[in-house]
């Protein structure tokens, strides 16, 4: 069975850009979630989706939104993009029991972004 | 979610034992154990998870104390790859919040040759 994948692996933009990063979660897990890692914050959980619904939301600002399709495909964009927001974006996926994700999460390689 | 200590680093020898502890002192009745690994520039690794009983897989095994206020991740017969910071997470086993997974500063295991 096929793991994570997040696509482009690495991505370089400028500041005020923004950007769409993709997540193909494992095939059957419904649950995605995004994380943001940093060298000084660690990694950070940015939100959650099952059902193509935002179920869970970290403390980010709202220039950083997502969405799920129908085929549990995730999307997270970044707008008005600045320094701080380089880091390595990482997407995880899980099964769904009882309409709760599972908290075995699956996680793929990571986008890491750039910001000049 | 309990809050979990781990030591900061530890070195094993190629081929020894690796033994990873961890405390979580204020854990709940239904909260589980979870490992993770993160190796260099990759994404974490589930390894395992366990809520009581010890638990084994082809990874590693989860001994966890009859209290369950501390646990220890043994990767049997550790190799040069398997150099990585290891995490405790402690959390229901599904759902449970607005935060995700909560990912502290783990444990720089650094296997030697």
């Known amino acids: 069975k096929a793991g994570v994948t997040q696509t482009p692996r690495y991505l370089i933009k400028t500041r005020g850009q923004q950007v769409t990063l993709s997540c193909s979660p494992i095939?059957?897990?419904?649950?995605v979630s995004w994380y943001q890692q940093t060298p000084g914050q660690g990694l950070q959980f940015l939100f959650e989706?099952?059902?193509?619904?935002?179920?869970n939301k970290g403390n980010f600002p709202g220039r950083f939104s997502g969405r799920q399709f129908s085929n549990s495909r995730s999307e997270m964009n970044v707008s008005t993009l600045e320094l701080g927001d380089s880091a390595l974006y990482l997407c995880?996926?899980?099964?769904?029991?009882?309409?709760?994700?599972?908290?075995?999460?699956?996680f793929g390689p990571g986008t890491r972004l750039t910001v000049l | 979610d309990a809050k979990t200590t781990q030591p900061t680093s530890m070195d094993c020898a190629e081929g020894r034992a690796a033994n990873l502890p961890c405390n979580h002192s204020?854990?709940?009745?239904?909260?589980?154990v979870y490992w993770y690994r993160q190796i260099h520039s990759q994404g974490p690794q589930y390894i395992i998870h366990?809520?009581?009983n010890n638990e084994t897989n082809e990874m590693a095994s989860l001994i966890i104390t009859e209290d369950r206020k501390s646990s220890t991740l043994i990767l049997p017969h550790a190799t040069l790859r398997d150099t990585a910071v290891y995490y405790c997470?402690?959390?229901?086993?599904?759902?449970?919040?607005?935060?995700?997974?909560?990912f502290g500063k783990g444990t720089h295991l650094i296997i030697q040759p």
């Open positions: 366990g809520l009581k």
């Open positions: 995880a996926s899980s099964l769904i029991r009882d309409a709760r994700p599972l908290n075995t999460q699956y």
């Open positions: 989706y099952f059902s193509e619904t935002q179920r």
């Open positions: 997470i402690v959390r229901v086993g599904s759902g449970g919040g607005a935060d995700g997974l909560t």
């Open positions: 095939s059957g897990h419904r649950s």
């Open positions: 204020t854990i709940s009745g239904n909260e589980y």
